[in-house]
């Protein structure tokens, strides 16, 4: 990466990262969503209404993570995390593992993440794998309130705060792997242009926000994302 004028960077990744490594995507042709309705698996609404078609969803989806391996473009960004000595801030909407099991530190799941277990009583997250039934008691306050740590559409993403106060300071913005199609996330290219950072889409066709972008690079980003990085 030519780092002249960079110190700061932002890259935001979606379920397009994850897709060489053998995870579905949501919006293709046989994406996650195709298999349910939004509505059905992944609001508060849905949860309340048919526990466990949701936590059947989230259990399968968990299940197959531990079958899966992180890809070259999982490997270049944990690569480039361990090298660049400026800030760096790698912003996921994916819940699979595969960015910190390819080394990845500086990371934040805004959308959750399926290896992680939320108390709705007590609002505690903790670590979780294998099957989670309704009515599972939280080991903290005991309450059979434990759901997937899932940021549901309606709820409020992870770490707004932080994200935003990185975008701010960023010089680089790069989007990898996502549709653009959901919000916060998908307005942060608009953010980082207002910041004043220079942006680029790596991805593998023309997503919702492509005209935002200085830059749009079409392709597998197994082969985008060390290409950029190197
Ligand atoms: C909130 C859970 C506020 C995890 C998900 C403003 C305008 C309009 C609507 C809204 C708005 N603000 C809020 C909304 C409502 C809503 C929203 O955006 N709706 C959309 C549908 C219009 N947003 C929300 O509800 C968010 N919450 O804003 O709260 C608030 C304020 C106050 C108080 C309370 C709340 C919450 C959003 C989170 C929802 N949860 N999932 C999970 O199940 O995994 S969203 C879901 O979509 C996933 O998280 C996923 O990450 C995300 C985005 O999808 P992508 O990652 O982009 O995946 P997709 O399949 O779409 O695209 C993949 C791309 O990869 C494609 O372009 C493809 O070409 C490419 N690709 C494929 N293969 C490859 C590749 N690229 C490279 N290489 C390859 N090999």
Not at 24 to 45: I, K, N, Q, S, Y
Not at 55 to 67: G, I, M, N, T, V
Not at 82 to 90: E, F, P, R, T, Y
Request: proline share 6%.
């Amino acid at each position: 990466m030519n780092s002249d004028a960079i110190s700061s960077i932002v890259i935001l990744t979606g379920a397009g990262i994850s897709a060489e490594s053998g995870l579905a995507t949501f919006r293709g042709p046989d994406g996650l969503w195709e298999g349910h309705r939004v509505e059905d698996v992944c609001t508060p609404e849905a949860l309340a209404r048919d526990p466990l078609l949701v936590h059947r969803f989230y259990d399968e989806r968990r299940a197959k993570l531990a079958e899966v391996l992180p890809n070259a473009a999982h490997d270049a960004l944990a690569a480039l995390d361990a090298a660049w000595a400026g800030d760096l801030l790698i912003v996921t909407q994916n819940v699979d593992d595969l960015h910190e099991r390819a080394g990845a530190r500086r990371l934040v799941h805004m959308h959750g993440a399926l290896n992680s277990a939320l108390c709705a009583a007590c609002g505690k997250a903790a670590p979780w794998s294998g099957a989670l039934s309704p009515g599972t008691a939280c080991a903290g306050c005991a309450a059979p309130r434990l759901r997937p740590d899932i940021v549901f559409f309606g709820e409020m993403p992870y770490e707004m705060d932080r994200i935003y106060d990185a975008i701010a300071e960023a010089n680089l913005f790069v989007s990898i792997g996502t549709s653009g199609a959901v919000y916060p996330a998908a307005g942060f290219v608009q953010t980082a242009r207002e910041a004043g950072a220079r942006t680029i889409e790596l991805n593998l066709e023309p997503s919702a926000g492509s005209a935002l972008f200085d830059e749009s690079r079409m392709g597998p980003a197994t082969r985008l994302v060390p290409d950029l990085v190197r």
